[in-house]
């Protein structure tokens, strides 16, 4: 039975922690109440919703939009989406592999490559982009979806991740694959990738949270309207405009609710060392 002392403690917890999310959550939802009023009236921050909700939303989604009218607010999430997604897939494959061939192969120098991989995260992803975006030019790449996931491929946090966890899965597991006569990619394939599937999962979700909110390199890489992403809509409509605080508003939602959605395989694959 629960004692006074241990109720009265769990409440403050949960009292603190709800305050704590809603203090939080209380920018953006001035920013939605904003964009529920009629339109003409002034966009600022406010905590009265309006009645316009379904019309502001449902002709900000569908408008056409930019100089030349080639993009729409759901063209600029679905870019988003796939620069997010294929951003954060790719990133995670290959660092998955990386960390594979140096912990399973006889790799020369393997330890220094690691530190070499780890090198990057010393450097800004920014300070990269004049000489990638010089190599993507002359691949021609430009104005290409594969122009904005392959030159961001690598990625030493990811392979640091999968190779701190592949070093705690047991030798036997190779050595008895090894007498089924199971090559390196068939006990990649049917035993590493199903352990490593929590801790790929987590990575995946929050590189697709940073693909998501990415803003100079699409910037960068892409100059056709029908190539924006939500970011760069934002930059484009502006920070005052209707149009500009409702796309605030919607880029929020997917990497929101996947967050909540997922958050215990989150916690679970970045932190929890016995799955």
């Known amino acids: 039975m629960l004692s006074w002392q241990r109720l009265r403690a769990q409440f403050v917890d949960h009292f603190v922690l709800m305050s704590g999310a809603l203090f939080m959550s209380l920018p953006v939802y001035a920013l ?52 997010g997604a294929g951003f954060a897939a790719l990133k995670t494959l290959v660092s998955l592999l990386a960390a594979f061939a140096l912990l399973y192969f006889r790799v020369r120098f393997a330890s220094v ?7 990057t995260l010393m450097l800004p992803l920014e300070s990269r982009f004049l000489a990638t975006y010089s190599v993507a030019a002359e691949l021609g790449l430009v104005n290409t979806r594969a122009g904005l996931i392959l030159p961001l491929a690598a990625s ?25 006569g199971a090559g390196p990619l068939k006990f990649l394939a049917d035993i590493l990738l199903p352990l490593c599937l929590p801790t790929a999962s987590a990575l995946f979700l929050v590189l697709f949270v940073t693909g998501w909110n990415q803003y100079l390199w699409p910037v960068m890489i892409t100059s056709e309207e029908a190539s924006y992403t939500v970011v760069r809509g934002m930059q484009f409509f502006g920070s005052t405009s ?10 929020v939602l997917p990497p929101a609710a996947l967050v909540i959605l997922f958050q215990r395989q989150v916690v679970k694959g970045l932190f929890d060392g016995s799955h």
């Open 32 to 83: 939605f109440a904003a964009t529920t009023h009629a339109p003409g009236t002034r966009v600022m921050p406010r905590l009265d919703l309006g009645t316009h909700v379904l019309d502001n939303y449902g002709a900000f989604l569908t408008a056409s939009s930019g100089f030349s009218g080639d993009i729409t607010a759901i063209g600029m999430l679905w870019n988003s989406f796939v620069f």
């Open 113 to 119: 490559i690691f530190w070499l991989l780890l090198l």
């Open 156 to 180: 030493g946090l990811g392979t640091l991740f999968f190779r701190q966890f592949l070093m705690t899965v047991p030798d036997t597991l190779q050595e008895s694959a090894r007498m089924d």
């Open 242 to 251: 209707l149009y500009g605080v409702t796309l605030a508003v919607v880029a």
